[in-house]
C-alpha cells in the first residue's frame, strides 16, 4: 500500500507568530505538513527586497495551484505572501516591485481581479435608485467652528435654516470620496434613527470644496465620548443596541412598495465614524469607503459598486480591520465578506463600550478609554504588528476576567467572540447581535 507523499515546506517562524507550529511535524528549517500539499510565505519588503516573515505548511486544505512562490496581492506594498504546492516552494518568492504596485491598486478595490468589459455593463445595469434631494444653497449655511479633522474632510459646526448642522467639507482634490459618500447617503430609504440624517448637498460657487450637510450630533464621535465619560449599564447597552441596529438597517436589503434600499458595507466602522447624539444614542457616519450591493437578476448574484475605489488600495482603519483584510485571503467578488468585516469592527466597538461601563468594574471604576490593541500594541499600530497578533496568533482585545461572574457576562463574551471570530462565516449577523443585545435589557437590568 502507498501513501501519498507528505508536502515538504520551508519552515522559518518567530516567537510572535508560531501558530504555523502546528501545522506539521518540524525538522530544523523544513516542517512536513500535516494537512495539506501547501506551503505558505509571507514577506515583509524592507529596503524594497522582501524579507522573510514566515514560512511553514499552510494550516488547513486550500486551493494553490501555483508550482512556484508567486507574490499575490497585499494590503500595501510592505506586506506579500505566496502560496504554493511543490517542495519547499516558499523559500523564494517572485517578485518586482513593478508588478506588486500594479496589484495593490486592485488589491483592495471591490474586484479582486481588474474588471473586465462584462463587469462593467453589468455595473451598469444593476444601476440602482436614488433619492434625488435638493441641492443645498452653500451660502446660507453659516460655518462656527471645526469640530472634525478627518482624512478626507473638514467637519464645521454650523447653522442652517435657524438649526444646528455639521458641514463636512471636502476639498475639490477629494471630490471622489465626496460623490461616494452623497450617493449612499442619497439612497431610497437611507432615514433611520441609526444612520446620521443627511440634509444635503452643495459645492462652493468657485468650485473649490464640496459640502455635505448633516444632523448636528451634539456628544461628538463615540471615541470623543468613551474619552471622556464613563456609563452605567442601562446607557452602554443604549449606545451598543442604537449602534447595532444601525449597521444592521445599513446591511438591509429592504423593498417598501416601488422602492429600493440596497445593502450598503460601511468598510470603515470605527469609533471616530460614529456619532452619539445628546439623548445617548448612536449614530453611523462616514460612508466614503462604502460599498453599496445591488442584485443583478441576469446574474443572479449581488455586484458591488464603488465610485470610490479606483487608486484606492488602502480602505478602512489599519486597526479595525479584520483578519482575513489584513492578511489578504478575502475574496473581494464575494460582496458578503464586506459585511462580515463591518462585524468584526462592531465588536470591537461593543468592547469599547463595554470597557467603559462602571458597573462592569468592581468598585465601579472603569479603566480609562482605550482603543482596541491599544494596551498590547500601542497607540499607533503597524501592520506588521497587527497581522502577526490577529491573524497569526488569533488574538483579540482581552476580555476581563471577572466578567464571568457577572450576570451578563457569559453573553457580552460569547457576544464578542462570536463576532470577531477568525472565520468570516462563523460571524454574527447585525440583526443577530441586534436581538441578543435585546435578551441582555430583560436579563440584566441593573
Ligand atoms: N454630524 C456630525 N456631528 C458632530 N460631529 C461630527 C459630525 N460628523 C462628523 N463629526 C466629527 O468629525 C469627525 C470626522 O468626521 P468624518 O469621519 O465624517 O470625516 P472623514 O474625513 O471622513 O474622517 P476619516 O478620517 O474617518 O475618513 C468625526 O469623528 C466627528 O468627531
Given at each position: 500500500q502507498s501513501f501519498p507523499q507528505k508536502r515538504q515546506c520551508a519552515f522559518q517562524v518567530t516567537p510572535q507568530n508560531n501558530?504555523?507550529?502546528?501545522?506539521?511535524?518540524?525538522?530544523?528549517?523544513?516542517?512536513?505538513?500535516?494537512?495539506?500539499?501547501?506551503?505558505?510565505?509571507?514577506?515583509?519588503?524592507?529596503?524594497?527586497?522582501?524579507?522573510?516573515?514566515?514560512?511553514?505548511?499552510?494550516?488547513?486544505?486550500?486551493?494553490?495551484?501555483?508550482?512556484?512562490?508567486?507574490?499575490?496581492?497585499?494590503?500595501?506594498?510592505?506586506?506579500?505572501?505566496?502560496?504554493?504546492?511543490?517542495?519547499?516552494?516558499?523559500?523564494n518568492i517572485t517578485w518586482t516591485p513593478e508588478s506588486q504596485e500594479l496589484r495593490a491598486t486592485y488589491s483592495y478595490s471591490v474586484e479582486e481581479n481588474p474588471p473586465s468589459l462584462d463587469d462593467y455593463s453589468v455595473s451598469r445595469l444593476c444601476s440602482c435608485q436614488t433619492t434625488k434631494t435638493s441641492e443645498i444653497d452653500i451660502a446660507d449655511i453659516e460655518l462656527q467652528q471645526i469640530v472634525g479633522l478627518g482624512h478626507f474632510a473638514t467637519v464645521w459646526q454650523g447653522k442652517y435654516q435657524g438649526s444646528m448642522v455639521a458641514v463636512k467639507v471636502?476639498?475639490?482634490?477629494?471630490?471622489?470620496?465626496?460623490?461616494?459618500?452623497?450617493?449612499?447617503?442619497?439612497?431610497?430609504?437611507?432615514?433611520?434613527?441609526?444612520?446620521?440624517?443627511?440634509?444635503?448637498?452643495?459645492?462652493?460657487?468657485?468650485?473649490?470644496?464640496?459640502?455635505?450637510?448633516?444632523?448636528?450630533?451634539?456628544?461628538?464621535?463615540?471615541?470623543?465620548?468613551?474619552?471622556?465619560?464613563?456609563?452605567?449599564?442601562?446607557?452602554?447597552?443604549?449606545l451598543c443596541q442604537s449602534l447595532s441596529q444601525g449597521i444592521s438597517y445599513l446591511h438591509s436589503d429592504l423593498h417598501r412598495h416601488d422602492v429600493h434600499k440596497p445593502p450598503v458595507a460601511h468598510r470603515d466602522f470605527s469609533s471616530s465614524n460614529v456619532l452619539v447624539r445628546a439623548d445617548g444614542t448612536c449614530a453611523l457616519c462616514d460612508f466614503g469607503c462604502s460599498t453599496i450591493l445591488r442584485f443583478c437578476s441576469g446574474q443572479g448574484r449581488w455586484q458591488s459598486h464603488a465610485t470610490n475605489m479606483?487608486?484606492?488600495?488602502?480602505?478602512?482603519?489599519?486597526?479595525?480591520?479584520?483578519?482575513?483584510?489584513?492578511?489578504?485571503?478575502?475574496?473581494?467578488?464575494?460582496?458578503?465578506?464586506?459585511?462580515?468585516?463591518?462585524?468584526?469592527?462592531?465588536?470591537?466597538?461593543?468592547?469599547?463600550?463595554?470597557?467603559?461601563?462602571?458597573?462592569?468594574?468592581?468598585?465601579?471604576?472603569?479603566?480609562q478609554h482605550l482603543l482596541p490593541y491599544e494596551s498590547e500594541l500601542g497607540a499607533n499600530v503597524t501592520l506588521e504588528s497587527l497581522v502577526n497578533y490577529v491573524f497569526h496568533m488569533d488574538k483579540r482585545p482581552s476580555i476581563p476576567k471577572h466578567w464571568e461572574l457577572l450576570p451578563q457576562g457569559s453573553?457580552?463574551?460569547?457576544?464578542?467572540?462570536?463576532?470577531?471570530?477568525?472565520?468570516?462565516?462563523?460571524?454574527?449577523?447585525?440583526?443577530?447581535v441586534v436581538d441578543r443585545l435585546m435578551s441582555l435589557q430583560s436579563c440584566c437590568s441593573t
Open positions: 501558530k504555523y507550529t502546528t501545522a506539521g511535524i518540524v525538522n530544523g528549517p523544513v516542517q512536513l505538513c500535516e494537512n495539506t500539499q501547501c506551503c505558505v510565505g509571507y514577506f515583509l519588503i524592507i529596503d524594497g527586497q522582501p524579507e522573510v516573515d514566515l514560512l511553514a505548511c499552510d494550516m488547513a486544505e486550500k486551493s494553490c495551484p501555483d508550482a512556484t512562490c508567486k507574490a499575490q496581492t497585499r494590503y500595501n506594498s510592505r506586506l506579500i505572501k505566496c502560496v504554493c504546492n511543490t517542495d519547499l516552494c516558499n523559500s471636502f476639498p475639490a482634490r477629494w471630490k471622489q470620496i465626496f460623490t461616494a459618500e452623497k450617493e449612499v447617503y442619497e439612497l431610497p430609504l437611507m432615514k433611520h434613527a441609526g444612520i446620521v440624517n443627511f440634509l444635503g448637498s452643495g459645492r462652493k460657487p468657485d468650485g473649490d470644496s464640496w459640502h455635505i450637510v448633516l444632523q448636528f450630533a451634539e456628544c461628538g464621535s463615540l471615541h470623543y465620548y468613551l474619552c471622556n465619560h464613563t456609563t452605567n449599564w442601562m446607557f452602554s447597552l443604549k479606483e487608486g484606492h488600495a488602502q480602505l478602512g482603519t489599519l486597526r479595525y480591520m479584520p483578519p482575513e483584510i489584513l492578511e489578504g485571503s478575502v475574496n473581494l467578488r464575494n460582496s458578503w465578506c464586506l459585511m462580515q468585516g463591518d462585524i468584526y469592527a462592531l465588536a470591537l466597538l461593543l468592547w469599547e463600550i463595554w470597557m467603559r461601563c462602571s458597573d462592569l468594574f468592581e468598585g465601579d471604576i472603569a479603566p453573553v457580552l463574551q460569547e457576544l464578542l467572540t462570536d463576532c470577531w471570530d477568525c472565520d468570516p462565516d462563523a460571524r454574527l449577523t447585525a440583526q443577530c
